[in-house]
Every structure is written in C-alpha cells, then in structure tokens.
C-alpha cells in the first residue's frame, strides 16, 4: 500500500542553523505534498505545501524541494528560532489512494538557544 | 485559529462505553477527515466524507463509525472501547483538492 518514509525522527540543532527534514513516497501517482508543524496540545497546522508540477516552493524562513523521479521531498528551515521546535509532519496524497492523505511519522524538531 | 472546532477537548470513559466525537468544519470546507493519534505517534487516517457521503477509508476499526450531517458536521462513534482506543482524534476539514486544515483534538482517555 501507499507508504511515506519520514527522516529524522528526532533532530535537535543550535539556534541560527538549518535544518533538513526528508521524506520519500512510495505512490508515484501522489501529486500534492503538504508539510505540518503540531505544537504541543494543538493540532497539526499546515506551513508549506507543493504540487508535482513544481520542484521548489520557498516561503520566508521555508522552503520545500521535490524530486519527483526520486519520489522525494524535503522541509528546509534557515536560521532556526527556538520556536521552531514542534513535531513535524510530511504527507502526501492524490495517489491511487484517491484522496487519502498518508502522513510520515513525524519528526521532533528541538532547537537550542 | 484554523475554523475546525471539536467537541469535547477531552473525555474520559471505562472500557465497553460508547463515546460520541463532534466535529464542526471550517465555514465552505465539504470535505471532513478524522484521524487518530497515540501518544507519540503519527497520524493514521480513519475515514473522510465529503458533502454527506464516505469518500475513503483507511484503518478504521469495526468498533468506530462516522457521518457527515447535511449541515456538514461530523460525528466519530466509538464503541466496545478498549484501553488501546486512548488517544487524541484529530479532525480536518478543506475544500477539495486543497489542504486540510485542523482542529486542536479530542483527547480519550479509557480508564
């Protein structure tokens, strides 16, 4: 079945540096791939999403890259702030699985002053 | 605030009840998607309607059912209930083909 591989699990960097969240899909047919930051006791809330017909979305501190022959995408963070650390999700949907979104497992972002 | 309310914030029940979770979508958003999270886990996808009709379906246990009401709120319905069943439930709600858009949980607890 569809299935969304998300990498780190757990990242911890220094205030100022970047971080880098991965994520690979396994449906080549998934053409819509939001990323999600959950803060403790709240919901996901979404921060950036990309569709297959573009390869770079960048917005402010956030950008996200797509490979789609790779079937990989990616969360890039510059110049971190202490609240940037939450839980973040990567998903991707609009496969063979119709509209079913499938989420990765998430990854804990720590960000040290 | 992302406009998608649950109700309530949190429940408590022994195991074998029957709870009831409530879901009011952002104002325009006909699609509506539940999902289950388990203490520090990610999230799994129960089931999605859209304007009053199942439109998919992921892990949903027999034991949980779900509606969407001409008004557009949607109900999660869990019963038989295990100690497994603790978690959060999340809603979601987006018009279609666009992005979903979150309320801040239910939390069940089963004692």
């Known amino acids: 079945g569809e299935n969304v591989e998300q990498h780190p699990s757990t990242l911890s960097v220094q205030e100022g540096d970047s971080a880098v969240i991965k994520c690979t899909y396994s449906?080549?047919?998934?053409?819509?791939f939001p990323w999600y930051k959950q803060e403790l006791g709240k919901g996901p809330q979404l921060i950036i999403d990309?569709?297959?017909?573009?390869g770079e979305k960048k917005d402010q501190r956030i950008a996200v890259t797509l490979n789609k022959t790779a079937k990989h995408f990616s969360l890039h963070i510059t110049e971190t702030q202490p609240e940037d650390s939450a839980v973040y999700f990567c998903?991707?949907?609009?496969?063979?699985?119709?509209?079913?979104?499938?989420f990765g497992a998430g990854t804990r972002l720590f960000v040290k002053a | 605030d992302s406009g998608v309310t649950q109700t309530p914030k949190h429940l408590i029940t022994a195991t074998g009840q029957r709870v009831t979770l409530r879901c009011s979508p952002r104002?325009?958003?006909?699609?509506v998607y539940w999902y289950q999270q388990s203490l520090d886990q990610g999230l799994q996808f129960l089931i999605q309607?859209?304007?009053?009709?199942?439109?998919a379906k992921g892990n949903i246990l027999e034991r949980f059912s779900a509606q969407q009401f001409p008004d557009l709120h949607s109900e999660l319905n869990l019963s038989s209930l295990e100690l497994g069943d603790s978690a959060l439930y999340f809603c979601?709600?987006?018009?279609?083909?666009?992005?979903?858009?979150f309320g801040d949980g239910t939390r069940l607890s089963i004692l």
């Open positions: 309607y859209y304007n009053g009709e199942e439109r």
């Open positions: 990309i569709r297959s017909n573009v």
């Open positions: 979601a709600s987006s018009v279609e083909g666009g992005p979903q858009h």
């Open positions: 449906d080549s047919a998934s053409n819509y």
């Open positions: 104002s325009g958003d006909l699609s």
């Open positions: 998903a991707a949907s609009g496969g063979t699985g119709g509209f079913k979104t499938i």
